[in-house]
């Protein structure tokens, strides 16, 4: 998961057609996810600081490329955040197939 500004292009005309996203952004995403392994989830540093309240994180295996979430910290509830049943524990859940996840969603 990388957060920044991302170049989108989408066609209305063609609604079947997955939006392109360019940029750096797109860039460094796609580097994180050639370095994660099946079901892990790695942040870049500017969505490491962001969410470090809610998200415990460690290195990864090869700085600087990505923090590697491990667990919540805290879940947030009423205006705050969305309310969950339970911590989310991403190294217990099964990671979906890539055939499953449309190709926009990935970045």
Request: proline share 11%; with cysteine; aromatic share 4%.
């Amino acid at each position: 998961m990388v957060t920044g500004d991302a170049c989108l292009l989408f066609r209305p005309e063609e609604a079947d057609t997955a939006p392109k996203v360019m940029g750096e952004v797109a860039d460094r995403c796609i580097r994180l996810l050639a370095l994660a392994p099946r079901g892990q989830v790695r942040v870049c540093e500017v969505t490491r600081r962001a969410s470090e309240p809610d998200i415990a994180y460690r290195v990864g295996p090869e700085p600087p490329d990505g923090w590697e979430a491990v667990r919540v910290r805290r879940q947030r509830h009423g205006a705050e955040g969305r309310r969950t049943a339970a911590p989310l524990d991403w190294a217990a859940r099964p990671a979906p197939a890539p055939g499953e996840i449309p190709a926009h969603a990935v970045l």
